[in-house]
């Protein structure tokens, strides 16, 4: 079985930290959105990753590289976003028949990992949503099976939302299905959903798909739900370790990196910090800091600073891309 990670996106919603990083590769509780889908990946033993890249794909690479050395791994490059299903479609010379768990790039789960990948059916997984509108929508019937799915339907049949993960034993019938949504007109952002291949595969080829309920469901894609996922996660993998502390008190839940100097501040609760990053006079909670890093003299809540970052002055909100210099004073 091989995993699919498409990780090709831009992170409009994210900007402006996505204009220079990978929405993928922004830190959240000590380890970046990717590492914690392939670590989950890797422990319930999947071996073989196939990512599909585009924008700022070379430090996806790099990164794979350096934090898993060892892993057996490609890269497929998605040059135009034309949605999910065409991503997965870029990768159909890696797959040879296999049984494939798709895995969306910006999407963090609780799950039974260990149980999906032993199903003798393939599966969709879901959760319920207040407006389903904006996702992938799955319509069930008795014992969970997957009647249809529709994509950001006007009028949703279910609120069962599709959460970005996929296990799927039919590959060869998936990519014949792709083939097929691939010839006909896109949806009117000009993509290619995978929703449309799978509805093909239930509808015409009459495979059976059932449902798997997800514990929690974080679509990092925004900064709300990417400081909610910091915060829930941080909870479970409490870490901290800067070196020098001078006249600090720290908050748990916290990560913090190697090689960071905190003086004369108040870390926390519910925030990380990259590495090397320095931090003076300074209030920080429910809030995740880039690595090389400058704080002084601000109090921040609910804010994202990129890599590289220098910020002094007072109390805000924000959200900082990398190589920003801010005075607020």
């Given at each position: 079985m091989k995993a699919i990670i498409p990780v090709a996106g831009a992170g409009t919603k994210l900007r402006p930290l996505t204009y220079t990083q990978p929405k993928a590769l922004i830190p959240i509780a000590g380890k970046t959105i990717l590492s914690v889908i392939v670590d989950q990946l890797i422990e319930a033993g999947v071996v073989e990753f196939v990512f599909v890249i585009g924008y700022l794909g070379e430090k996806i690479q790099d990164y794979i590289a350096h934090q898993y050395p060892s892993l057996q791994c490609s890269f497929v490059t998605q040059n135009d976003r034309k949605g999910t299903g065409?991503?997965?479609?870029?990768?159909?010379?890696?797959?040879?028949?296999?049984?494939?768990?798709?895995?969306?790039?910006?999407?963090?789960?609780?799950?039974?990992?260990?149980?999906?990948?032993?199903?003798?059916?393939?599966?969709i997984?879901?959760?319920?949503?207040?407006?389903?509108?904006?996702?992938?929508?799955?319509?069930?019937?008795?014992?969970?099976?997957?009647?249809?799915?529709?994509?950001?339907?006007?009028?949703?049949?279910?609120?069962?939302?599709?959460?970005?993960?996929?296990?799927?034993?039919?590959?060869?019938?998936?990519?014949?299905a792709l083939d097929i949504v691939l010839q006909q007109e896109p949806t009117a952002s000009g993509e290619y959903p995978l929703t449309n291949a799978i509805e093909q595969m239930i509808s015409v080829d009459h495979i059976r798909f059932d449902a798997f309920r997800v514990n929690t469901w974080f679509d990092c894609g925004k900064k709300e739900t990417l400081l909610t996922t910091n915060a829930t996660l941080l909870k479970k993998t409490d870490n901290q370790s800067a070196e020098d502390q001078e006249s600090t008190?720290?908050?748990?839940?916290?990560?913090?990196?190697?090689?960071?100097?905190?003086?004369?501040?108040?870390?926390?609760?519910?925030?990380?910090?990259?590495e090397a990053t320095k931090i003076e006079f300074s209030i920080i909670k429910n809030s995740i800091i880039g690595s090389y890093a400058e704080l002084e003299d601000v109090l921040l809540h609910g804010s994202i600073i990129g890599n590289d970052a220098f910020v002094r002055g007072s109390s805000q909100s924000l959200n900082i891309g990398d190589n920003t210099e801010i005075d607020l004073r």
């Open positions: 065409h991503a997965i479609w870029l990768t159909k010379d890696e797959i040879n028949n296999e049984e494939i768990i798709i895995v969306l790039g910006d999407t963090i789960c609780d799950y039974n990992l260990n149980n999906l990948i032993q199903s003798p059916i393939s599966l997984g879901v959760q319920k949503v207040e407006d389903p509108r904006n996702f992938g929508v799955a319509e069930l019937g008795e014992e969970d099976r997957v009647l249809h799915v529709f994509e950001k339907p006007m009028i949703p049949k279910s609120n069962m939302a599709m959460v970005g993960i996929y296990f799927i034993k039919e590959t060869q019938q998936l990519f014949n008190v720290i908050i748990h839940p916290v990560s913090i990196a190697k090689g960071c100097v905190i003086k004369n501040s108040i870390i926390g609760p519910n925030v990380t910090i990259g």
